[in-house]
């Protein structure tokens, strides 16, 4: 069996440029190069507080964005996480093995319990043995994420090396894959990474050309350079952004005002959005297209969960046996 991918998304918002530059780009290249598995995992996005009334859309609106930034549903097993049970089934026996220090240790659940204070559920604490079960139930060896997932897939890892060791070798070690721009930062705080839950943090591939320009504009940058300091971090992720939207050329000359102590931030985030308002206009095209074919992609839907319930199946159908359950 060749290599197999697996990599996953959140409906909690708006898919916006970090998860795009972070990890979809990495999954569209990859998609040609091993047996793809793609999710959006539902299951995962009910660990903060949300709103049922627009679940489905969120999803809808999520599956749309990865296909029309590339995801091809004909070479890649495109899939919503809740429609293949054995996600859960598997996270249950995951957790059976899964010490709990393991968990706490876990920089997003310390964040996200810091950000919903009021809502710090069971669930947001399994997490990552959830995601586990995500990756291991495909017995996938390729994880490509932004940095923020590293440290869940190396917990994955160690997951299938305990159980490896306890039950006899199942699983194989997965690993993650950054692609070149793994953190991009909020635009409004840089000192937080762009996210979708936080407003005004990010642009989305649904925002219109002007709202790319408004929030592109807005972004917190510093008073100047620092001669020879380091770049602040709202200067760096411009420079991050520049590097992934506009040509080496335009990145260039932007250094080198910066290194003169000559560079004006608006002009460098004028060229800036109007690059991105070009790099992302076909993927704003293929979702207008797609989002008036709704039945294609429920289709696409269907057959992702059809092909990866067949593995997932398989899996916990040996999983079980080796525990002695089966
Ligand atoms: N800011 C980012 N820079 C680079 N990569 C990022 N990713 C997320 N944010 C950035 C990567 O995108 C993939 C999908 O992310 P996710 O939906 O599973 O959840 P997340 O990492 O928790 O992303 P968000 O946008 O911050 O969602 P919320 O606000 O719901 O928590 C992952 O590979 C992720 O690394």
């Known amino acids: 069996m060749g290599k197999r991918i697996f990599s996953g998304i959140q409906p909690t918002g708006a898919v916006h440029i970090g998860n795009y530059v972070g990890a979809i780009k990495q999954w569209v290249d990859l998609q040609h190069k091993y047996e793809s598995f793609f999710c959006i995992v539902d299951y995962h996005a009910i660990t903060i507080p949300y709103d049922p009334s627009d679940m489905q859309q969120r999803i809808f609106d999520a599956v749309v964005d990865n296909i029309a ?7 890649a097993t495109i899939f919503i996480q809740s429609h293949v ?16 220090g393991w968990l706490g240790r876990m920089t997003q659940f310390k964040e996200k319990s810091e950000q919903f204070k009021e809502s710090v559920n069971v669930g947001l604490y399994d997490y990552p043995v959830l995601q586990a079960a995500d990756i291991l139930l495909y017995k996938a060896q390729v994880v490509p994420v932004g940095e923020d997932q590293v440290q869940h897939v190396e917990l994955t890892r160690d997951i299938a090396r305990k159980f490896n060791v306890t039950f006899g070798d199942t699983f194989p070690d997965p690993e993650a894959i950054l692609g070149a721009a793994p953190r991009i930062m909020g635009l409004n705080d840089p000192t937080r990474k762009m996210s979708k839950s936080i407003p005004g943090s990010y642009v989305s591939l649904s925002d219109s050309p002007d709202e790319i320009r408004q929030s592109v504009m807005r972004a917190v940058t510093d008073v100047g350079p620092t001669p020879g300091g380091e770049m602040s971090p709202g200067t760096a992720n411009l420079f991050m952004l520049l590097r992934e939207f506009s040509p080496p050329e335009t990145v260039q000359r ?10 004006r ?12 308002v070009a790099a992302l206009a076909p993927i704003r095209e293929a ?3 797609l989002l008036q074919q709704p039945e294609t992609v429920r289709e696409v839907l269907r057959r992702g969960a059809e092909k990866a319930r067949g593995i997932a199946r398989e899996t916990v159908r040996e999983v ?7």
Not at 94 to 99: D, E, G, R, V, Y
Not at 265 to 274: F, G, P, T
């Open 69 to 75: 930034a590339g995801l091809d549903p004909e070479i």
């Open 85 to 100: 049970p054995e996600h859960t089934e598997l996270t249950w026996l995951f957790n059976s093995i899964t010490p709990m």
């Open 254 to 263: 932007f250094q080198d005002d910066y290194d003169r102590g000559a560079i």
């Open 265 to 276: 931030y608006s002009d460098l985030k004028k060229v800036l959005a109007e690059d991105m």
């Open 287 to 289: 979702r207008e297209k």
């Open 320 to 326: 079980k046996e080796r525990m002695g359950l089966g």
